[in-house]
């Protein structure tokens, strides 16, 4: 098995809103924002190859977003899925597997893309599955009010419609230690229903795809929720579980979203689980 980080593209978000109740004064310690309260967020997928598959875990905003769209998100650098594949000898048409942790826009906008003729959509890896499991699925294409805007349709039905969507088979526990995929995957309902957040064995590591459980290392302490969390109290309750037994077992925490710290182990000490040590790409993938 080889991984590879595949940098989908950097944006920016509204601190308040990346932190929830957590005032400003602490959380800008450790995630600094510019003049208009905005602070750096990362799309950093993974690329798994194992034996015949390419498996690409998330897969960005995409591009085929509005000005409009995109002029809320304040995208900065160079980086993009294409030119992050090919960096690492890759295209798109050699993906066999995209999997999903949530269908939210920033984790699979870049999915779907803009037809020849720019009439309609479809996939964007057209010799791939996409893979996300029975129930968050019928919760992203049936929204509530608070999600509608992170489930666009264009990013999600042209999926199903081409025929090459695929359901996790769940076993109904909240962890499973195979999936199709070849790696472990953990459910977690407070950010939304059911994602999913791979767990890949990895040189005698325990390597976590974090998604939106841990978006960066500045949530670490309970408390620190995104005011995007559907369900607040229950993501203190799965991070809870979760950091404990990653400071416990030494996982190596995969942070998608973290623009600056890209991955981390924890530790535990008396105010609770902390950052242990920061990790490169490099370091562990080479």
């Known amino acids: 098995m080889t991984l590879y980080p595949i940098e989908a593209g950097n944006f920016k978000l509204d601190g308040g809103a990346m932190f929830g109740v957590v005032p400003k004064s602490i959380w800008n310690i450790t995630n600094p924002a510019d003049s208009n309260n905005m602070i750096d967020i990362a799309a950093t997928c993974l690329l798994i190859e194992d034996g015949e598959r390419l498996i690409l875990i998330d897969t960005g905003m995409g591009d085929k977003q509005s000005e409009k769209f995109f002029g809320y998100y304040y995208r900065w650098g160079d980086d993009s899925l294409d030119k992050s594949l090919q960096k690492h000898g890759f295209h798109r048409d050699d993906i066999t597997d995209v999997f ?4 939210h826009f920033d984790h699979c906008g ?6 020849k003729d720019r009439t309609g959509y479809e996939p964007a890896f057209k010799n791939a599955r996409f893979w996300s499991n029975q129930e968050h699925w019928e919760w992203a294409t ?5 999600e509608k805007a992170s489930f666009l349709k264009e990013n999600i039905l042209p999926m199903q419609e ?6 996790i088979n769940r076993t109904g526990a909240t962890y499973q230690d195979e999936s199709e995929l070849g790696f472990g995957i953990l459910y977690v309902d407070g950010h939304t229903d059911k994602q999913m957040i791979p767990h890949i064995n990895f040189k005698g590591k325990k390597l976590v795809f974090m998604a939106d459980l841990l978006p960066t290392a500045g949530h670490i302490p309970l408390p620190f929720v995104m005011g995007y ?3 607040p109290l229950l993501t203190l309750s ?4 979760f950091l404990k037994r990653a400071a416990d077992e030494n996982f190596f925490l995969f942070l998608e979203h973290d623009a600056h710290n890209k991955i981390i182990t924890l530790k535990h ?5 902390r950052l242990d040590q920061i990790h490169t790409f490099n370091e562990l993938f080479n």
Do not use: I, Y
């Open 142 to 146: 049936k929204p509530n009010a608070r």
């Open 238 to 241: 799965e991070k809870d579980a």
């Open 162 to 167: 081409s025929g090459q969507l695929q359901f």
């Open 110 to 115: 870049g999915s779907v893309q803009w037809n």
């Open 229 to 231: 969390d559907t369900r």
């Open 269 to 273: 000490t008396e105010k609770g689980v």
């Open 100 to 103: 999903m942790t949530h269908l």
